[in-house]
């Protein structure tokens, strides 16, 4: 006989989990290019509300039956990814991943404050695309920034929307050695939400004893809470991500839609399973 209080299985917890969000058509087939990236920790919970039937006097319990069934997941995010702030904005995972596109400011000329025409390193210009929103700043000197948006571009210069003007000097003639740098600003936009985004989520994590994946996979959820972003000078920064997971429709695994090829798991296992080695 065991001692009392001995371990029956070998299902332990511990180590680092990844989560993978991706769009519905990638349910279950999640990457590790799907993945937010670092995070601290990651708590997937199921919450059941129970209601009681009482009888008899005094009244015990006769029957229990739950009546309401909810899950969620919670992570403390460390990456800053311009996908990770839409995902917490609840713009969802649109877009795709942007062309970077940079140069410096001519070397030969001096910008002064107030300035609404850039000129920049020769045949650069054309690098750049009317709208585009641009950042310039000096190499070492992230205070001196200003933030333009452009109206129409040239083989070297670029000329910026009214109002749009540079906020500080940048002698690039005068300042020998000092680089200027200037590239498209990609935005995430903030208030730009007109309806929910839904995507597919997993965790992945390694099983202590048998170095098998465990796996927890949901066919839909969406963002819920807020974005609260602090900085600070002893940690990086972090955030809390929390991802309400829902029950896909009947329409959401029809024919021709997004979850179709899920259908058959997920009419065994509405709203996700968690596969947990083979024991």
């Known amino acids: 006989m065991a001692k009392l209080g001995s371990a029956i299985t070998p ?41 009681d039937l009482l009888g008899g006097f005094p009244k015990t319990v006769v029957d229990t039956a739950v009546t309401e069934q ?18 917490m904005l609840g713009d969802g995972l649109a877009g795709t991943v942007p062309t970077e596109i940079k140069s410096t400011l001519d070397t030969a000329a001096d910008l002064a404050a107030g300035a609404n025409v850039v000129n920049v390193a020769t045949g650069d210009g054309v690098l750049f695309t009317p709208d585009d929103v641009v950042i310039i700043y000096p190499e070492g000197r992230p ?52 309806r929910t985004n839904y995507f597919s989520v997993m965790l992945i994590q390694q099983e202590n004893s048998t170095g098998q994946p ?41 024919t021709g839609a997004d979850l179709e090829n899920m259908a058959d798991l997920i009419n065994l296992h509405p709203t996700g399973m968690l596969l947990n080695g083979y024991l």
């Not at 058509?25 to 993945?35: I, R, V, Y």
């Not at 909810?70 to 995902?87: F, G, P, V, W």
């Open 70 to 87: 909810t899950a969620t997941i919670n992570a403390t995010m460390r990456e800053y990814s311009r996908r990770n702030l839409r995902i």
């Open 214 to 254: 465990k796996v927890v996979s949901f066919w839909k959820g969406a963002i819920g809470g807020s974005m609260e972003v602090a900085t600070g000078a002893d940690d990086f920064a972090s955030s809390a991500m929390e991802i309400k997971l829902l029950t896909p429709t009947v329409s959401d695994s029809a």
């Open 143 to 194: 205070q001196d920034v200003s933030v333009l948006q452009i109206l129409s571009v040239g083989t070297d210069a670029l000329t910026m929307k009214t109002g749009h003007v540079t906020a500080v000097d940048y002698n690039a003639l005068t300042e020998t050695g000092t680089v200027f740098h200037i590239y498209v600003a990609h935005q995430v936009p903030i208030g730009n939400i007109t």
């Open 11 to 51: 299902k332990f917890d511990i180590g680092t989990a990844e989560m993978r969000l991706g769009p519905l058509t990638k349910a279950n087939l999640l990457q590790q290019s799907d993945s937010i990236g670092l995070i601290d920790d990651a708590t997937y919970t199921v919450n059941q509300t129970s209601v």
